[in-house]
């Protein structure tokens, strides 16, 4: 399946296409699910998107991976997204948490409890996904597929919706859609920012390698990708 490509491609330019996706499916389905990464990369895209025009009371907003940190903290994906997304018209989206209450301490048995918890926690979440709005780093991990981080072999091999992984390179142990979920969706979107990121994409078109996940996605026949660089 080909990936479509948008250079110099505008943050309302896609809030445009993911809202028409939304649309759309509203108007199939008579609902849609949406899936957005966190950090401050996407904050222009989620402050273009919640002013679009859409019947937003039918939209299920989801994380596609977060930190496992509380809701107050500074690096609180969850709290990212409903303060520059979860307001104006997309204030009547429903957001669906993975977790509310943490424990202080985290290991393995700990980290599969939140996992089985998120996982009911977005039972309700219509799927496949309708959208799910991916971002890049510069080790061209996406969602929270750290490359050889813990967790994240398995994290790309399950058939499992969420999986936990602890990064080697970043801080905080996270929940995040394996491989297989995000694959599941009906459209994925990659947003891009700077030449550095956009030569990593460019090495990760090449060919699939589990040490560039972001390769993982772009090179499979699965599920329509549209990459969007800015």
């Keep these: 399946m080909a990936v479509t490509e948008h250079p110099n491609a505008t943050p309302a330019a896609l809030a445009e296409h993911i809202a028409n996706a939304l649309r759309s499916a509203i108007a199939a389905r008579g609902q849609a699910s949406l899936a957005v990464s966190g950090g401050k990369?996407?904050?222009?895209?989620?402050?273009?998107?919640?002013?679009?025009?859409?019947?937003?009371?039918?939209v299920s907003v989801v994380l596609v991976d977060e930190r496992v940190v509380p809701r107050d903290h500074a690096d609180s994906n969850t709290?990212?997204?409903?303060?520059?997304?979860?307001?104006?018209?997309?204030?009547?989206?429903?957001?669906l948490l993975f977790f509310r209450e943490l424990a202080p301490t985290f290991n393995a048995e700990v980290l599969?409890?939140?996992?089985?918890?998120a996982d009911e926690r977005i039972a309700t979440l219509p799927w496949p996904l309708d959208?799910?709005?991916l971002g890049m780093g510069e080790d061209a991990?996406?969602?929270?597929?750290?490359?050889?981080?813990?967790?994240?072999?398995?994290?790309?091999a399950t058939d499992q919706r969420l999986a936990w992984v602890v990064p080697d390179t970043a801080p905080h142990a996270r929940i995040s859609f394996t491989l297989s979920a995000l694959l599941a969706?009906?459209?994925?979107?990659?947003?891009?920012?700077?030449?550095?990121?956009?030569?990593?994409?460019?090495?990760a078109a090449q060919k699939a390698d589990e040490a560039l996940p972001i390769s993982l996605v772009i090179n499979q026949t699965q599920t329509p990708l549209s990459v969007w660089m800015n």
């Design 131 to 133: 959208v799910a709005v």
């Design 141 to 156: 991990h996406t969602a929270s597929l750290f490359p050889g981080a813990p967790g994240y072999a398995r994290a790309i």
């Design 112 to 117: 599969d409890a939140l996992v089985r918890d």
């Design 185 to 203: 969706a009906r459209e994925l979107v990659l947003s891009i920012t700077g030449e550095s990121k956009l030569a990593v994409y460019r090495r």
């Design 79 to 95: 709290a990212l997204v409903a303060r520059h997304l979860l307001q104006g018209r997309a204030a009547s989206a429903r957001f």
């Design 41 to 58: 990369s996407p904050i222009p895209l989620f402050e273009a998107l919640r002013e679009q025009d859409l019947d937003w009371s039918k």
